[in-house]
């Protein structure tokens, strides 16, 4: 049985370098010598890969909220009911926010240096993300008028996406009391 297919990709593992890196010392604060220097190829060989460190980031932050996007709508629509639909989008979030910190934190500090091409792009399939979230809640909660629920949406992802800067769990009880608050907080509403 090969393991190959586990393998990374050397563009996958260019892009997670770059992702620690921006994460570390911001997207401004890291060269492309230092995302080469992390894979051990030169930075001038990275070209090979990717045509500009921009690209790098602009491949990054649309990656992350297309899979957001592509892995809502799949448990979405494997879901017997709105509340397991509800349970696992909170599941979805909690898993990929506890495995992608470097992204969430890349996200958050430097979706502004992307084109404006790019940030487009981001933002539509977040709001397309959201609106997934709107959908499922609404179903949940009927009570919930559309803002509400959008609100809610968004009050949720900061949560869950505050775990980047805590790290006094391990990834199980961090994965646990992310689930429980989310659902704390939906059920405030």
């Known amino acids: 049985m090969s393991t190959d297919a586990a393998k990374p990709t050397r563009r996958e593992q260019i892009l ?15 060269g492309i010598d230092d995302i080469g220097a992390a894979v051990g190829i030169s930075g001038p060989a990275l070209y090979r890969h990717f045509r500009s460190k921009d690209a790098m980031l602009a491949e990054l932050l649309t990656g ?7 892995g809502g709508k799949h448990r979405v ?18 898993e990929f926010a506890l495995h992608n910190p470097a992204l969430i934190t890349v ?7 992307l084109s404006d091409r790019d940030h487009r792009r981001v933002r539509e399939s977040q709001r397309l ?7 499922v809640l609404r179903d949940a909660r009927p009570e919930l ?31 646990r009391l992310l689930r429980d608050m989310a659902h704390g907080a939906i059920a405030a509403i």
């Open 16 to 30: 997670t370098a770059a992702a620690e890196k921006f994460a570390r010392a911001g997207f401004h604060g890291v």
């Open 77 to 94: 629509d494997a879901a017997s009911e709105p509340q397991d639909a509800l349970d696992r989008l909170v599941r979805w979030h909690v």
């Open 145 to 175: 008028d559309r803002p509400r629920a959008r609100a809610a949406a968004h009050a949720v992802f900061g949560l869950i996406n505050s775990t980047p800067f805590s790290a006094h769990l391990d990834t199980s009880a961090m994965a």
């Open 64 to 70: 992350i909220s297309d899979r957001l996007l592509l």
């Open 129 to 135: 993300y959201v609106e997934v979230w709107v959908a």
């Open 107 to 113: 996200h958050m500090r430097d979706l502004d240096s």
